[in-house]
């Protein structure tokens, strides 16, 4: 009878403990580390914020200079209005992020709908898009940003992943699927098996 009162006692501990690690694990797997993203702006909202006749991020240079949610948007955000060392969305993650985005708005959510091209997956049409679509290539404001505008921020490594996926070397060894340096707040866009490398529309 003794040892039948100790046993209970003694289970409910066990399974208490294996409940309490459980619990932990779940709630230490939902965290993610907060980042500041693309100020809604700059986004693809279709409206010209400021009135002077360029649109979000493909047009407005204001966007490219600072395009993060803690600055002014398509208006210019003066330097030292905000703190470097915060936590930043990589800033070719913050491209893939608007290229999904362009895709899901303009073209239906899928690399087919966009009128003009006709790329096979996400990985051509981002490198077309930077080439054909925005006013400044993608790697080239990623130079500016990190070497001319704001040289006293770290590098956050966009530009080398720009180059490693869209002057992939030797051709066609470029992934299928756009790389992520920390975080990317979309999920890649579906293959289009009736696409071509080359896509069409080309400049």
Aim: with cysteine; net charge negative.
């Amino acid at each position: 009878m003794e040892d039948r009162k100790f046993v209970q006692p003694l289970l409910l501990i066990i399974v208490f403990l294996i409940a309490g690690a459980a619990f932990t694990g779940v709630v230490q797997d939902s965290i993610t580390p907060s980042y500041i993203q693309i100020n809604d702006e700059c986004f693809n909202d279709g409206i010209d914020n400021d009135g002077n006749g360029d649109l979000d991020f493909i047009e407005e240079e204001d966007c490219r200079f600072w395009p993060y949610s803690n600055g002014n948007g398509e208006s210019f955000t003066p330097p030292g209005s905000y703190d470097i060392n915060a936590n930043y969305q990589p800033y070719y993650d913050l491209t893939v992020d608007y290229v999904r985005d362009f895709v899901d708005k303009q073209c239906g959510g899928n690399l087919a709908g966009c009128i003009g091209t006709n790329f096979q997956n996400e990985v051509q049409f981002y490198c077309f898009f930077s080439n054909n679509v925005v006013d400044v290539s993608f790697d080239s404001t990623f130079d500016k940003f990190f070497n001319v505008w704001h040289n006293t921020m770290a590098n956050d490594g966009s530009l080398n992943m720009y180059i490693s996926v869209c002057n992939a070397f030797p051709p066609g060894s470029a992934p299928s699927t756009l790389p992520m340096i920390e975080y990317q707040d979309s999920n890649p866009i579906s293959e289009n098996p009736g696409g071509s490398g080359q896509g069409s529309g080309m400049k």
